[in-house]
């Protein structure tokens, strides 16, 4: 299977097989208007067998999200068909937006303004901690 | 400007630089009289409370100062639907402290997001009381004369009370700590926080469930209510809720210096018969509560 390299742009590698799509709805990848290329279980020396998604274009993405969701991913930003930028993401130690806390008793249940903010509490055991009643994200 | 959500946001170094104020208050009480004269503090209580809001208001007016607020959120604007946020930004214009009591857990901690006066969390939910911990250690340090080297058996309910949790993380920083876990299966301490105090080298700790055989290698023993709400069903309550309950005779074992401590209200976990006991301390600790909130205010407004 070959797809074509891209110019300017940005590659996520290394996505963990079947997280692709998952990673695609979460980043909201279905509201941008460049092309964008999902390759699923694309053979991996590292991993076996792997995803990997290439946007045609220089879009702003949060690397938080895609470090909770998939901390071993790889992001190389692409310029004049070279690679300019490579990041290895981790766990990001604080995430907003992303996960809502569920505790009926947290302040967040009755102030819907508030954003749902969690904390690093275990890299180990990658448990999140909401900020506001330090439940345990869901 | 600080505040002070949880006890962990403040070091040990400030936590016995606070006992110390608190001991030199008790000491010498006229020389504090006027200190937080021209001050207000705003007690905000979205929840009812006596021993805690009486126990700031009191710090407040023995210092000088002077007292404003509510003590339930249905005489507050909050009954009409507003944020925490904005009775915070309402209050800064008339208050130079805040002590807040909120049902909800992190109210407190959305409140010093906005406050530009220090906020102390005087109780959120299930959550954080922080000024409850510091009354304890300034109680066991008048009491011990050190909140290191201990015995500490908590007992009752281990699961969900919350005194209990900051206690256990405030003195696990702490050397010589040995804790002993006195509670039925249900309300273990949870596995979170044993692995917690398993992974540290200067506190140890071991679980029983029988508070007689514990209690005479106690230096302190921390009392909690074991509630009929926590169990699955009533017959389990009936069978361990005496187990749990301090009379004379289970103390007859003790050392002769054991502390009674339980942050109360008390239902039925102490027997009145002990109350006349001079081990029996949670009377002096209320008291305390007073102390150890005068010194904290002085800290927070930074005057000397």
Known sequence: ?138 | MRSLIGILDLSTEEIDALIRVAEDIIANPDAYREKCKGKKLATLFFEPSTRTRLSFEAAMYELGGNVLGFSEATSSSVAKGESVADTIRTVNCYADIIAMRHPKEGAPLVASAKSQVPVINAGDGGHNHPTQTLTDLLTIHREKGRLCDLTVGFCGDLKFGRTVHSLIEALSRYTGIRIVLISPDELRLPEYMQNKLGSLDNVTFTETKNLEAAIPELDILYMTRVQKERFFNEADYIRLKDSYILTPEKLTGAKPDLSILHPLPRVNEISVAVDDDPRACYFRQALNGKFIRMALMLMLLDIQ
């Open chain 1, 1 to 138: 299977m070959l797809v074509n390299p891209i110019k300017n742009g940005i590659v996520l590698d290394h996505i963990t097989a079947g997280r692709g799509m998952e990673l695609y709805r979460i980043l909201k990848l279905n509201e941008l208007s460049c092309p964008i290329a999902i390759i699923t279980n694309a053979c991996s020396l590292k991993m076996d067998r792997k995803d990997i998604i290439k946007i045609d274009g220089n879009v702003p993405l949060d690397l938080d999200i895609i470090g909770y969701v998939d901390p071993g991913v790889t992001v190389s930003t692409i310029e004049d068909g070279d690679v300019s930028q490579r990041i290895h993401l981790k766990l990001p130690e604080q995430i907003t937006g992303v996960i809502r806390c569920k505790n009926p008793r947290c302040i967040t249940s009755v102030e819907q303004e508030l954003p749902h903010t969690f904390r690093l509490d275990d890299p180990e055991n990658r448990v999140y901690r909401c900020i506001y009643c330090e439940s345990k994200a869901k």
